[in-house]
């Protein structure tokens, strides 16, 4: 395996491609406050979530739970199934996401191209279906010799494979950083990342965003349309969600969230997905407000270019009632107050 920080010129795997992805400055108040997107898209798969992948798949190995031509079973909205996709395949796997029709197309069509099974649950519509999806993957998996169900929102190896997000983060501002931000869904991210800054940086504050809809910073709970992100009602929230590590719960709306995503990507060229439209949309609105000269750090999840047929088509947005120029307009209007080049 390649050191966390450093890549050597040619690689032999495509994980060892994973990480040391780039910071990228989108805006600058007036007094010097500094908005950081680290961008996950730069992995393999264009997501953060292989990292943790990863990590869940080394550790299984090492307790002996998974062995050489053994199953992988996980529960998946689609970014974790592309990065466990991608690990099967290297290591002679047999991999099944159970999936529901709130997934993006282009997430379950690039898990069978790398080999996957699919299994849907019974849903009709695209709404969320997070808790018959883990307890049908949990069916699959019982009692199956050397067959392993990841169970993602519980697994220690999620946050454990963050870590490398925080050292990143640390070394290439030399520990200078004040905030970080990301959306919330199994925990894992944000708060592994979290974690491992804190290290280096014990006054960091951490603020955790998930869709209005979510329950993780309370209710009322709904139906929403971000991706990958997020405690639906009926399910449980994951043991990853550290609220000790949280300073502050918000929550996105799914129009504030892919008008965000929309936008900047018109701005400056840079294509997000739905669920980092929303964190994007929270941070913006709180750089003016910060200490001068402070940096926030914004956790982007994975790019937009798998949300073409949902969050950058009008005619998807249109019929579900999610399309907002107007507040299009305000997001590039404060974007372009902000932006510095």
């Not at 032999?12 to 996950?40: C, H, M, Q, S, V």
Request: net charge negative.
């Amino acid at each position: 395996m390649t050191d966390a920080l450093t890549r050597p010129p040619v690689v032999t795997r495509i994980t060892d491609l994973i990480g040391r992805t780039p910071l990228f400055e989108l805006a600058r108040a007036d007094n010097g406050a500094r908005l950081l997107l680290k961008l996950e898209m730069f992995n393999p798969t264009g997501s953060a979530k292989i990292r943790m992948a990863r990590q869940m798949i080394d550790d299984a190995e090492q307790r002996g739970d998974l062995r050489d031509g053994g199953h992988i079973i996980e529960s998946t909205s689609g970014n974790t199934g592309l990065g466990l996709a991608v690990v099967a395949a290297e290591r002679g796997y047999r991999f099944t996401a159970v999936v529901d029709n709130h997934a993006a197309a282009d997430k379950l069509r690039g898990m069978k191209a790398m080999g996957t099974e699919l299994v849907h649950v019974d849903t009709d519509g695209d709404e969320l279906h997070t808790a018959a999806r883990e307890e049908l993957a949990e069916d699959m998996a019982r009692g199956k010799d050397n067959t392993f169900f990841t169970e993602q929102h519980n697994n220690p190896g999620n946050a454990v494979g963050y870590y490398d997000v925080g050292r990143e983060i640390a070394q290439a501002l030399d520990n200078q950083v004040d905030v970080l931000i990301g959306a919330v869904g199994t925990g894992g991210g944000l708060c592994g990342t979290a974690r491992e800054l804190k290290k280096t940086v014990p006054g960091l504050t951490v603020i955790g965003v998930e869709p209005k809809g979510s329950i993780a910073f309370g209710p009322p709970a709904h139906d929403y349309y971000q991706s990958g992100t997020g405690t639906p009602e009926g399910a449980t929230i994951g043991l990853l969600v550290d609220y000790d590590l949280i300073d502050e719960g918000t929550k996105a709306g799914d129009i504030e969230a892919f008008a965000t995503a929309r936008a900047v990507a018109r701005h400056c060229g840079l294509l997000i997905g739905g669920s980092a439209g929303g964190v994007v949309h929270e941070a913006l609105a709180r750089l003016p407000h910060l200490a001068p000269d402070s940096v926030m750090v914004a956790f982007i999840n994975d790019g937009g270019e798998k949300y073409m047929d949902t969050v950058f088509n009008d005619d998807w947005m249109s019929a579900r009632a999610l399309l907002d120029p107007a507040v299009e307009a305000e997001v590039e209007e404060t974007l372009t107050k902000l932006r510095r080049d």
